[in-house]
């Protein structure tokens, strides 16, 4: 919900938040299907034919803080550099502070928003570390928690919204520019205490665009009873081994919306899923969504009730979310232009090295790339049903201030790119994420040549892998 990439100004959208103590216990190992629970429950054991990816069941002592290794903390009233009120126009200031987010001690997570004297608001916003939450290819995605909503409810609750969400990983390095259309997938929202819940993806551009924006594709309003007073288990799947993909919303295990990837055209539907996510937790007060809701947080509002979260899970099915797809055929028998081309495996290049990566699947990437620097590969076959999208395993430490392109072109290095995308410091020269980007349509079988331009003369860039798509 907040993020520059919410840097823009939505009258009403149902996005982002969530962290609350919650308690569930999950009733059939062999499925999905969650129930509501009370007390202090454990992270769900993965069903057959899933692994577990992440996990925090805030177990901590009482009054302490998350461990910063897992989670980030977000502070103030906007990412650096992003739009004020986190674009969204809520008006509380985020803290670190055990006041605002900490462990209970009793197996929860509580983010507590807290009016002082004068008016003013606090309250916690939390990230997870980690910005590689994908659904494979021909694979799933899963991301649940246990959460109890604020117990608070009519004008006591004017302005609470509190939210459990996730953004594309482009977000990360640059206060989340760029959204709507890298993605952001809204697990649960509830906005004034109204015991229900809202399910949207945002995606395409804002205003309007193939995704209603601000508004988004969403569920609507739906019931949650008891959601104020227990804890219920919300959940997403995002599923790549269907046809149409999907994704899915889930409450206590029921499946209660569902979009398909063809509700939008395939380039903006690609931009908003396939790469890595982060997942967010928090409780926001006032701003567009309540305002759309009767406003808030007034002098009626109550302070200091947070929302609990038992344990927060990722889920991964069809060989884990950050693995690449299979490998390409060897060379001599030409390459698949839609299958994984490791970028070690060129036929020639310039200015570059190889090293040993660890990103998943191990093995090597290339790295040293700087401006003018280029890799050939020989006999990439596009088939005749024309590819439109290009799609990339990149990382990159840069310093700030230092940028640059991807570039793909065809059987010369002299000949204009079909496309390309822009990528800078994402966290590290081992800090992996793939990147998607439109290029013409392409069919036949060609030399490709990626190469790399820079306005400064730094290394800008490591590519582990690169696949086409149609």
């Known amino acids: ?41 454990a992270v769900p054991p993965p069903a057959a034919g899933w692994n577990l990816a992440f996990s925090d069941d805030f177990n ?77 290819p021909g694979g799933k995605l899963r991301v649940e928690a246990s959460i109890q909503q604020p117990n608070v409810s009519g004008a006591a609750a004017a302005g609470y919204w509190p939210a459990f969400w996730m953004l594309g990983d482009a977000a990360r390095p640059n206060g989340a520019a760029g959204w709507p259309g890298i993605g952001e997938i809204d697990i649960l929202e509830d906005i004034n205490g109204r015991s229900s819940e809202f399910a949207t993806l945002h995606c395409g551009v804002a205003p309007g665009g193939p995704c209603n924006e601000f508004n988004g594709i969403g569920s609507g309003e739906r019931p949650c009873g008891g959601c104020q007073t227990g804890f219920h288990t919300y959940a997403m799947e995002y599923d790549r081994s269907v046809s149409p993909e999907q994704i899915r919303w889930y409450l206590d295990g029921n499946n209660f919306f569902t979009i398909n990837a063809t509700q939008v055209d395939a380039t903006t539907w690609n931009n908003a899923t396939h790469h890595g996510f982060f997942v967010i937790m928090n409780v926001a007060m006032g701003g567009g969504f309540p305002d759309a809701f009767g406003g808030g947080p007034t002098g009626a509002t109550q302070s200091g009730v947070p929302m609990l979260v038992d344990y927060v899970a990722v889920y991964t099915s069809g060989g884990g979310g950050s693995t690449p ?87 010369s290095r002299a000949n204009a790119p079909i496309g390309s995308f822009a990528i800078a410091n994402t966290g590290g020269w081992q800090s992996w994420r793939t990147v998607p980007a439109n290029i013409a349509a392409v069919t036949g079988t060609h030399t490709v040549f990626l190469t790399f331009s820079s306005g400064q003369p730094a290394d800008f860039v490591n590519v582990n892998w690169f696949t086409f798509g149609h």
């Open 60 to 136: 901590g002592p009482a009054n302490t803080g998350l461990n910063r290794s897992d989670w980030l903390y977000d502070l103030g009233h906007g990412y650096p550099g992003g739009a004020p009120n986190w674009g969204t126009g809520e008006i509380e200031e985020t803290t670190d502070s055990t006041a605002n987010v900490y462990q209970d001690g009793a197996g929860h997570l509580a983010i507590k928003p807290i009016r002082d004297a004068a008016g003013n608001w606090t309250s916690g916003r939390i990230e997870t570390q980690r910005t590689d939450f994908a659904a494979p």
């Open 325 to 411: 797809p299979p490998p390409p055929p060897p060379p001599g028998n030409g390459r698949d232009a839609y299958s994984t081309i490791q970028a070690e495996d060129f036929d020639a290049q310039s200015g570059t090295q190889t090293e040993a990566t660890s990103d998943a699947g191990g093995g090597s990437d290339v790295g040293w790339i700087a401006n003018g620097d280029w890799l050939q590969f020989n006999n990439v076959n596009f088939g005749t049903n024309a590819a439109h999208q290009f799609s990339a395993r990149v990382a990159a430490g840069a310093a700030g201030g230092v940028s640059g392109l991807v570039e793909v072109r065809l059987d």
């Open 1 to 41: 919900m907040n993020s520059s990439a919410h840097a823009l100004s939505r009258s009403r959208r149902p996005a982002f938040r969530l962290l609350v103590v919650a308690a569930v216990v999950l009733v059939a190992a062999a499925s999905w299907l969650t129930t509501r629970i009370s007390a202090r429950a």
